[in-house]
């Protein structure tokens, strides 16, 4: 079946200028998150989605960072003032439910480079 | 910060079996173990999870220590295509708190 899809799969902006990243989830999935890898770092946690409760935005690194989802499937990351610091893949994953039992599934990231 | 030690890299050869260690020494009694690995150029991928009984899938099995301070993914046959970064992970809170993970090589 289809897995969990992002777009676009490369993305260059100058600094300044805000972006939005898109997710689809697995059908079906009710739990949806965002991380990102910066390049030679490790992966980190960004925002995190279950159902209609409230999204857990800790991972957030700063209020440039928003993220929404609709009808409890796509989301959208948006960045807003880009820095050079963001620069890194950003990656969605779903699971089918929240919870420790529950494996997440990856997709394959969307590389952002700011000039 | 992760809560799993694993070394920083090993090397194997193709088609033997290749054991990577973790330990997980703080890990609470309702945290899963879950294991992914990360592909070059590519995003994380599930091998398995597990609670307390060792696992099993069609790409690994895991084997949890008794006392679940450890536990070890083993895959029995490796092929070039699992070359790849992998990550042992104490699943509690709903996100993967990632560490370094452990670098294989497969050597041909």
């Known amino acids: 079946g289809a897995g969990v899809s992002q777009s676009p799969s490369n993305k260059v902006t100058e600094k300044g200028k805000d972006v939005e990243l898109r997710c689809d989830p697995i059908s079906g999935h009710t739990a949806l998150y965002w991380y990102r890898q910066s390049l030679g770092q490790g992966l980190e946690f960004l925002i995190y989605f279950q159902g209609n409760s409230a999204p857990d935005k800790s991972g957030l690194p700063s209020d440039r960072f928003s993220a929404e989802r609709t009808g409890g499937s796509v989301s959208t990351l948006t960045i807003q003032r880009t820095q050079q610091e963001d620069s890194a893949v950003y990656l969605c994953?779903?699971?089918?439910?929240?919870?420790?039992?529950?494996?997440?599934?990856f997709g394959p990231g969307t590389r952002l480079t700011v000039t | 910060d992760a809560k799993t030690t694993q070394p920083n890299s090993m090397e194997s050869n193709e088609e033997e079996p290749v054991h990577l260690p973790c330990n997980h020494s703080?890990?609470?009694?309702?945290?899963?173990i879950h294991w992914y690995r990360q592909l070059p150029s590519q995003g994380p991928e599930y091998v398995i999870h597990g609670l307390t009984s060792n696992v099993n899938n069609r790409m690994a099995s895991l084997a949890i220590a008794e006392d679940r301070k450890s536990s070890t993914l083993i895959l029995h046959r490796a092929t070039l295509r699992d070359a790849a970064v992998y990550y042992c992970?104490?699943?509690?809170?709903?996100?993967?708190?990632f560490g370094q993970g452990t670098r294989l090589t497969i050597n041909p």
């Open positions: 703080t890990i609470s009694g309702t945290d899963y």
């Open positions: 994953a779903s699971s089918l439910r929240s919870g420790s039992f529950y494996e997440q599934y």
């Open positions: 992970i104490e699943l509690g809170a709903q996100k993967l708190v």
